[in-house]
Nanobody, 123 residues
Framework: QLQLVESGGGLVQPGGSLRLSCAAS????????IGWFRQAPGKEREGVSS????????NYADFVKGRFTISRDNAKNTAYLQMNSLKPEDTAVYYC????????????????WGQGTQVTVSS
C-alpha cells in the first residue's frame, strides 16, 4: 500500500518552531518531487515548499521564505519541513505529497498525499 504519513504537528507559541516529517511506505521517494501544502479553515489549499527528487531544486512560497526549510533523506525515505519563527497565520493542516514528475508548488501535479498534520500557532 502506497502511503505518506506526516508527523510533528502540534500547538506552538508565536515565534516558536516545529519540524514536520513525511515518511513514505510502499514506494520509494527517490524519484519523486516532494511538496508541502497547507489548508486553513475556510481557505484554499496552498503550496508551501517543494524539493526535487535530486534535492537540487527547491521552491518556497513567499510567505515562508527565510522561515521554513525543506529537506529530504532518501536513505530514510523521509522528507522534512523545518518551520521557524512561526506566526498565527501559519495555523493550518499541513500535508506532504509526492509527484513522479517536477511538481513545484502546483498541488495538481502530486499523486500521493498524506493525511495531514495540524499546526496551531497561538499564545
Amino acid at each position: 500500500q502506497l502511503q505518506l504519513v506526516e508527523s510533528g504537528g502540534g500547538l506552538v507559541q508565536p515565534g516558536g518552531s516545529l519540524r514536520l516529517s513525511c515518511a513514505a511506505s510502499g514506494f520509494t521517494l527517490d524519484y519523486h518531487d516532494i511538496g508541502w501544502f497547507r489548508q486553513a479553515p475556510g481557505k484554499e489549499r496552498e503550496g508551501v515548499s517543494s524539493i526535487s527528487s535530486s534535492g537540487t531544486v527547491i521552491n518556497y512560497a513567499d510567505f515562508v521564505k527565510g522561515r521554513f526549510t525543506i529537506s529530504r533523506d532518501n536513505a530514510k525515505n523521509t522528507a522534512y519541513l523545518q518551520m521557524n519563527s512561526l506566526k498565527p497565520e501559519d495555523t493550518a493542516v499541513y500535508y506532504c505529497a509526492a509527484a513522479p514528475r517536477p511538481g513545484g508548488l502546483a498541488w495538481g501535479e502530486y499523486d500521493y498525499w498524506g493525511q495531514g498534520t495540524q499546526v496551531t500557532v497561538s499564545s
